[in-house]
């Protein structure tokens, strides 16, 4: 199945003139802005940012009249050529989240991540992550992630955006104008005269009187969008990088071929990066098929690597995401992310008896592409006396922070994501509970060992330095051990939290 994020951006030529302009003539952020092209005799707009767009102006119009309209706009002279440059360069950038990326021009993307979501913890997380990094450059964009590029496109310029589930996509159409078909104009005034002005009612109409009063554009369009007709891309080459590639005399589709093929790539592969002394951190196998709809799966890797039998293992259990369709032609390895890896010297360490480090890294790399890359990591220590903070994830192979966990400080051996609140009771107020009721569930305390008083951290932020807690380690007549904690110990109506399970 395809999944496809379909990258709009609005504003492109100003956003683009923003951001390559000298900071000393760089337009204000809240300064209306527009680019003007020669129409014939007189100058119209080409491109618009959201500023201007809130003023009510649109491309196409007179800049006589749109100047008439805002007095502060500024107009600059379009730059096609430096814009579509411009977008060939953001769509090799849009490689970091998949190795399908296709421009979508003058002001789009289209990036098939079907085989490499996982990598960046899923669909909604690398929507996000992209989305982020767009607004921290200043630039606009919509997005939308569906199982076609045509209902992704649609989506997200005249609908929500967002994640259109899988299989969800005749229903996100059918509100949309058929204008999100990218129909030419005046098909869409043609349509709107016998009264389609939505997908679904196109979708509801006989096809064939459509067919003969519009041609066979509409139900073409219509079909990309929900997936009844395949839709190629033309995909962008990805940079210089490591890369082995195999074409077939004769279309190849068997799990068996091509399991032997990826091993064949990755013993090529391995030479090259020995050569520029690398390892590959991230894989991308893209497998060409005959009806053009390119396939991928990307890997990637705790540690940098050259182990060739390794790096085949893990893209061999991707390979059941590949539908090779009538067949397939041509497979494409690159090590599209790649990092120094130093050789290593062993013969010394075995002659002198050495006990030889553990290396995790291929297991590391195994669970992560089964469960996912979120789910793999270690907790470390991190300076901080609030228990919740003292604690972070970090990528199971990372380097030591350079904290050490507490040697004298007892902590419980789970803690809690958050404190949880219990009734509890004590005889005064600097004593431990007596019992506490917990979920519905009544536990007596027959040993208990503090305070342990922790106080707020000052630096962290405004009125941390009145906060205050007092922690107490507890075993219930069951055996059971718990952590607890009483807040604003010094006042009468203190709350008890239990914020730890079990003992270290």
Known sequence: ?????????????????????????????????????????????????????????????????????????????????????????????????????????????????????????????????????????????????????????????????????????????????????????????????????RIGGLMAAPRAPLRRRFGPEPLLRLDRATGAEPEPLAILAAPEAPRAALRFPDPVGSPEVLGRVVGDLCTRIVPDLERMGLGARRLDLVFRRIDRLDQAIRIGTARPSRDAAHLARLLTERLPQIDPGFGIEEMTLTASRVEALAERQLSGAVLGGEPEAVDLAALVDTLRLRLGAERIYRLAPVESDWPERAVRRVPALAAPLGALWPADLPRPARLLAAPEPVAAMAEIPDAPPLFFVWRGARHKITRADGPERILGEWWIADGEAERMRDYYRVETEAGERFWLFRDGPMEANGRWWLHGLGEA
Do not use: K
């Open 1 to 197: 199945m395809r999944r496809v994020v379909s990258l709009c951006l609005p504003s492109w030529p100003t956003d683009r003139l923003r951001r390559s302009a000298p900071p000393c003539d760089a337009p204000a952020v809240d300064e209306p802005l527009a680019t003007v092209r020669q129409d014939g005799p007189r100058r119209v707009l080409a491109g618009i940012d959201a500023t201007a767009r809130r003023h009510g102006l649109r491309p196409g119009m007179a800049a006589a009249q749109a100047m008439a309209m805002v007095p502060g706009l500024r107009l600059v002279p379009a730059e096609p050529e430096a814009d579509a440059a411009g977008l060939v360069r953001l769509g090799i950038w849009c490689l970091r989240y998949a190795p399908l990326v296709a421009l979508d021009p003058p002001d789009g993307i289209l990036i098939d991540v079907a085989g490499a979501a996982h990598l960046q913890g899923g669909e909604a997380n690398l929507l996000a992550d992209l989305a982020a990094r767009l607004e921290r450059t200043g630039m606009s964009a919509c997005l939308a992630l569906a199982d076609t590029p045509g209902a992704a496109w649609a989506v997200a310029r005249f609908g929500p955006g967002g994640i259109v589930p899988p299989g969800g996509t005749s229903v996100a159409l059918l509100d949309l104008p058929v204008a999100a078909l990218r129909l030419p104009p005046e098909i869409v005034a043609a349509l709107a005269e016998v009264g389609i002005l």
